[in-house]
């Protein structure tokens, strides 16, 4: 269940809010420009579909988005827990790090946890089947997949090289919990 938890960025043990009301997420991640909103395939996404038969599930909702954003690449990005290089995958972006264009995800299937550190505080939002985030750049923060990553994702981009991630050096993500799916909490 997507979930957003609210810590103060110096007390990673005790949030000061959270919810798994898809609602409530959104409208507490607007205020800091974070786009959240759940998407449903107009036809079934099967395991082993192919990425244009991903595509053609939501496109209705991916031309939107590309209208308003005026995206120019849209791909699909699988990963399974049988991956071999999922262990350097996962340490890509666990540090903060931040983008020069917005970080647009849908998960259509399986799950991430997106934590960005934003004015102090820590917004910590579990991402799964059905959600899209909208991180907008320049906004500092880290992603995990998990120790067995499973997911399917649609990204959007603007620019060949705005999914670079620029590093902050702080240990910020270190203090914070790593996404353990399943787990309680």
């Not at 990963?79 to 350097?88: G, Q």
């Not at 820590?122 to 995990?144: K, M, N, Q, S």
């Not at 902050?168 to 799916?181: C, L, N, Q, S």
Request: net charge negative.
């Amino acid at each position: 269940m997507s979930r957003l938890r609210i810590f103060n960025n110096a007390d990673p043990a005790n949030p000061l809010a959270s919810t798994e009301d898809v609602r409530v997420i959104a409208d507490w991640l607007k205020p800091i420009g974070v786009r959240f909103e759940q998407w449903q395939a107009s036809q079934p996404v099967t395991a082993g579909a192919t990425p244009e038969e991903v595509m053609a599930a939501y496109r209705t909702d991916i031309d939107r988005l590309v209208a308003e954003n005026g995206f120019k690449t849209v791909d699909v990005v699988s990963i399974a827990p049988d991956n071999p290089n999922k262990e350097a995958m996962r340490a890509k972006f666990l540090d903060e790090h931040f983008h020069k264009e917005d970080e647009v995800r849908f998960f259509v299937d399986g799950s991430g946890l997106f934590t960005l550190h934003v004015a102090g505080k820590v917004y910590e939002i579990r991402c799964e089947a059905g959600d899209l985030i909208g991180v907008p750049d320049g906004t500092t923060h880290w992603f995990d997949m998990g120790p067995e990553p499973r997911f399917i994702a649609i990204r959007f981009f603007t620019e060949p090289d705005g999914w670079v991630g620029h590093f902050t050096g702080t240990d910020i993500a270190r203090r914070f919990p790593r996404y353990e799916p399943g787990a309680a909490g």
